[in-house]
């Protein structure tokens, strides 16, 4: 069974900055890709970054311009740096593991609230 450590998540006002780190406890390059997904109160759960094996990325249109998604390979170890949040950022965060295109293994997630 897959494990994560997931970290970073917490409240800041609008305009500020957070840092989400994901470590799965298997190798972040045996798979598609890792990143997250974000479900707000009473929403679907969303797309929000996701980086391959290979380096590529992938963003939402909200978050691009404002998130960035890196990894450090030595850590297995996968950043998403939030910055300019704004109130509808907030929402909690799923880190992910993408198999292939039907499999997806999720992360508890971790709780971003972002004030006015």
């Known amino acids: 069974q897959v494990q994560f450590e997931e970290s970073g998540g917490g409240s800041v006002q609008a305009g500020g900055s957070l840092r989400l780190s994901c470590r799965p406890s298997?190798?972040?390059?045996?798979?598609?890709?890792v990143g997250w997904s974000r479900q707000a109160p009473g929403k679907e759960r969303e797309l929000v970054a996701h980086?391959?094996?290979?380096?590529?990325?992938n963003y939402s249109d909200s978050v691009k311009d404002r998130f960035t998604i890196s990894r450090d390979n030595a850590k297995n170890t996968v950043y998403l740096q939030m910055s300019y949040l704004q109130p509808e950022d907030t929402a909690v965060y799923y880190c992910?593991?993408?198999?292939?295109?039907?499999?997806?293994?999720w992360g508890l997630g971790t709780q971003v609230t972002v004030s006015p």
């Open positions: 980086i391959t094996a290979g380096g590529s990325t």
């Open positions: 992910k593991i993408i198999r292939s295109a039907v499999s997806t293994i």
């Open positions: 298997i190798s972040i390059f045996d798979f598609y890709a």
